[in-house]
């Protein structure tokens, strides 16, 4: 029997400078491609995710355990607890069949790291040319970038302020450790 280990499991969680760390692994990750100007298209995905496509470039949508990360103007992220990716999968599928569209599990390729607390923007902001402050990147954006040399999509998901990284498997201990430095860098500031 083959036990599924996270990328970071030896690392657990780490809090420093008002900032938490946390990787959030195994969720399910689609790459849904489409036409987002057909309606039979963005009808059909809603129907099967049950959480309506983000038109607007960076934004993300949330319903029924799905969340929707645009990604390009033909090109989206659905991601979902372990357990759903399969059923949605499936769902999507079925929908689409008839359609010009695709659907690619890539779920093994990527894990999340969660940066939260009032030194989180600050954080990420030493590692990627976004601009992070609320009135630029408010809660229910998402972008595509390069954090620490290393691409990944930075999703806000909340004001407090709460981040997701999604970043691939195979950079993800380098990307934390890269921000467990820079949140000691900052402690050693702060003191």
Known sequence: MTVATSPLAAHGQSAQVALTLREWPF????NLRGQPDEAAFVQAVQAAA???????????ATGNDVTALWLGPDEWLLVTAPEGQRELEQALNDKLDDLFAAVTDVSSYYTTI????????????RGTALDLHPRAFHTGACAQTLLAKTAATIVK????????????????DY???????????MAAADA
Not at 114 to 125: M, N, Y
Request: aromatic share 8%; proline share 6%; hydrophobic share 55%.
């Open 50 to 60: 049950g959480a309506a496509l983000p038109l607007t470039p960076n934004t993300v």
């Open 114 to 125: 969660e940066v939260a607390g009032s030194a989180a923007a600050d954080l990420l902001a």
């Open 157 to 172: 998901t909340a004001d407090t302020p709460v981040f997701e990284v999604i970043v691939r498997v195979s950079f993800a």
């Open 27 to 30: 969720r399910g990750h689609l």
């Open 175 to 185: 990307l934390w450790r890269w921000l467990q430095d820079g949140a000691a860098v």
